[in-house]
């Protein structure tokens, strides 16, 4: 003789196993969102250094750009920067007849040894 089962004893487990599945993806979307959040941290670091490094440049330029009868003295390779940048160069460099390339170079810190660069262009007639 077989005993029939009832619809309620079918039942009986579904509901925790839906639960556990519930739990289960909520996790999954927590740990989506922390995730998110490291990258913003990240991303608004990274940017933080690329305006300062761009402020840095633009800064030389003015410089130069206020001094042009000294256009060789700004010259340089790798000055260190890091009072303004942690790990920070910069350099200047003469490309052309009256062109100017500035390069500012950073090291982020707790990124190991990946370097990042900002470099700018800047036409000034000199004395």
Partial sequence: MHKIRSPK???QGVVLIEAMLAIVIFSIG????VGLQAAMIKNADESK??????YIAQKRIGQMW??????????????PITGELPGGKRTVALTAAGQYQVTVRWTRP???????????TAFIAGN
């Fill in 66 to 79: 206020a001094d042009p009868a000294n256009l060789a003295s700004y010259v340089e390779t790798d000055t």
């Fill in 110 to 120: 707790g990124a190991g040894s990946t370097e990042h660069n900002f470099t700018t």
């Fill in 30 to 33: 927590v740990l989506a969102v």
């Fill in 49 to 54: 250094y690329r305006a300062e490094a761009s």
């Fill in 9 to 11: 004893s079918a039942q």
